[in-house]
């Protein structure tokens, strides 16, 4: 194995900055796994006009940044990207790479690993170092029911995908100051095969989950991505948010920022209903707050059954919908 630098290095994703936080949670954690290692916590940021974005970083706890700037990395491609990083990679040796488990991250840092060849955890919940110095990279397996943990002895760098909201940002150092390292950008780039024809900003949330005082909240139960849109003519009938376990996230039927829980967000409302959840303890940590819970299982034994103040025995959807049919015709009378 080759010699490493004692450099942890945290890609810098800042598309879509003010709601993508995961690369200032991943500088928070790599503060904490430095102190461990004795490593310096660096960022790297790919653009164009990107210095607001490494003055952010260093406000957050990168020592270094390593920067690449110029005018043909205007828009995020992969394979321009995955070129660049293992440029540097071969050429700085860091001993940890971590990335945002973000769509571009999913994409990028596997790719990046295999050029380099070395390993990846994929969508960690945790990272922490062993006796041995190495990144100990907690994820996920066999659909959530197993925690694996991972180290990668032989090859670097060590590198892992992390899911947002897994770790805290640390608060905003306006005093902080890091160094900062520019790479002029190789003549020879990739060609890139994929062109943007056009982009839209998804619109940011205007209301917070965590405020909100009636949280509509969904499970695996609601059966399908279809029916548990009906969760959110609900929410809006009500004047509710949605929220949503894991599950249902993993599976694409509702955003990552709607994950209620212990990777998620904590909320308070005065009344939750949650429909078709089986009460998995990450989940409901973050429910301790509710003021009433109405929950809706097809199983009365349920551990959100047991919590809940009205525990109804039924058919999720078809409670769903009769409450939508309910409401709309009052709202018609
Ligand atoms: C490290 C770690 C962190 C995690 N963090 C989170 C987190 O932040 N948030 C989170 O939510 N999960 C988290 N999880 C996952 C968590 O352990 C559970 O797997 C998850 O909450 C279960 O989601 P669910 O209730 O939707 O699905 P299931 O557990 O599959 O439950 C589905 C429920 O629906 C009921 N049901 C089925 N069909 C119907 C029907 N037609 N009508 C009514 N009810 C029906 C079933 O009886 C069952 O109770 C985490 C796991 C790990 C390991």
Request: net charge positive; glycine share 8%.
């Amino acid at each position: 194995m080759k010699k490493t630098a004692k450099e942890i290095w945290v890609f810098g994703d800042y598309r879509n900055y003010f709601r993508n936080r995961v690369t200032l949670q991943l500088l928070a954690k790599s503060v904490e796994l430095a102190k461990k290692t004795g490593s310096q916590v660096c960022a790297v940021i790919f653009g164009n006009g990107v210095q607001e974005y490494v003055n952010e970083y260093i406000a957050h706890g990168a020592e270094k940044v390593y920067v690449i700037d110029h005018d043909s990395l205007h828009e995020y491609h992969v394979e321009t990207y995955v070129v660049l990083m293992e440029m540097i990679v071969r050429k700085y040796q860091p001993e940890m790479l971590l990335v945002g488990a973000t769509c571009f991250g999913r994409e990028f840092a596997p790719r990046v690993a295999k050029r380099v060849h070395t390993g990846l955890t994929a969508d960690c919940v945790d990272l922490e170092i062993n006796g041995d110095g190495l990144l100990v990279q907690t994820a996920p397996a066999f659909g959530g029911n197993l925690l694996a943990k991972i180290i990668t002895p032989h090859h670097r760098p060590q590198m892992a995908t992390v899911r947002a909201g897994v770790f805290k940002e640390l608060p905003h150092d306006y005093h902080a100051s890091g160094k900062v390292i520019p790479i002029p950008v190789p003549k020879r780039l990739p060609e890139n095969r994929v062109r943007l024809i056009r982009s839209k900003h998804e619109p940011p949330r205007t209301n917070r989950i965590e405020d909100a005082k009636i949280v509509v909240c969904g499970g695996r139960g609601m059966g399908s991505k279809q029916k548990f849109k009906k969760l959110f003519a609900l929410a809006e009938l009500l004047g509710g948010e949605v929220g949503a376990t894991r599950p249902v996230v993993y599976s694409g039927w509702a955003d990552d920022d709607s994950l209620i829980g212990q990777a998620g967000r904590q909320i308070k409302p005065l009344l939750l209903l949650s429909f078709g959840i089986s009460g998995a303890i990450q989940h409901t940590a973050a429910l301790s707050d509710a003021k009433f819970i109405i929950a809706v299982n097809k199983n009365p034994e349920a551990p959100m059954m047991k919590m809940a103040d009205v525990a109804i025995v039924a058919d999720a959807n078809q409670v769903c919908s009769a409450l939508i049919r309910e409401i709309r015709e009052r709202i018609r009378s």
